[in-house]
């Protein structure tokens, strides 16, 4: 079977899926897909790129939304810990 390959959405670079946590877009804010079972749009992220996507923005970007910096902030504090 073919691997999926997805981008991270701190360092840009591609990946096997199974190396990055998936995040969308659930009532009004950012949530870890942890089952990877969520609809929509997704965003990609190492667990360890938690730093850099803060600093490029690119989750309110690949999901399209006005994400809260805030609760992005506690939410991948979380990932990150
Ligand atoms: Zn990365």
Not at 19 to 46: F, I, K, T
Request: positive net charge; glycine residues 12%.
């Amino acid at each position: 079977m073919a691997q999926v390959i997805r981008m991270c959405a701190g360092c840009r670079q591609r990946a096997a899926r199974e190396e990055l946590v998936r995040l969308v877009w659930s009532d009004g804010a950012v949530v870890v897909d942890e089952r990877c079972r969520l609809p929509g749009r997704g965003v990609y992220l190492h667990p360890g790129c938690v730093a850099a996507v803060l600093r490029n923005r690119g989750v309110g970007r690949g999901l399209r939304r006005e994400v809260d910096a805030r609760q992005l902030r506690d939410l991948l504090d979380r990932l990150a810990g």
